[in-house]
């Protein structure tokens, strides 16, 4: 009896662990697949999150130097989370294991902004500024040199406050 129903059973469990086999194959395929491109996926360069960070210091500058406040903050959220991304996708560098040191002179730079402060914000700007270039020193890129801007890095965008 015990033979028979391992008899009447036993195709129904090859076919199961066939089924199983199929679908395990068809998910590490799919797994391969989006592991390329995931490899392959665009990922912006140490350098460029710099040029991204380069262009909002200048904005946060004019956007500072016009008191409009709420352009100001935005710029320096813009440069806050392009330091996130460093610290998340440029682990291996030495330059992102030192790029907390810009943290106390951003933080300085927040602070001065929600107090809309503008006997201050010139100081602030000039400390963050200061520290990008000692991180740059630090990190054997002393040759470059960010400094407070003079011109606008946009003809299309206007700085004044608008409230």
Known sequence: MKTRLLLILLPAVLLACKQQTDGTMALEDRIDSLETKLADAYLPGFGEFMGYIQVHHAKLWFAGRNEN????????????????????YETGRKESKLIGMIDPALA?????IEKKDPALFKSSYTLL???????????DYGFNVVKIPETPPFSNQDFRKTD
């Open 129 to 139: 500024t200061n520290t990008c270039n000692s991180c740059h020193k630090s990190t």
């Open 108 to 112: 300085k730079v927040k602070d001065v």
């Open 69 to 88: 406040w709420a352009l100001a903050g935005f710029e320096l959220d813009e440069i806050m989370e392009t330091m996130e991304n460093i610290r998340k």
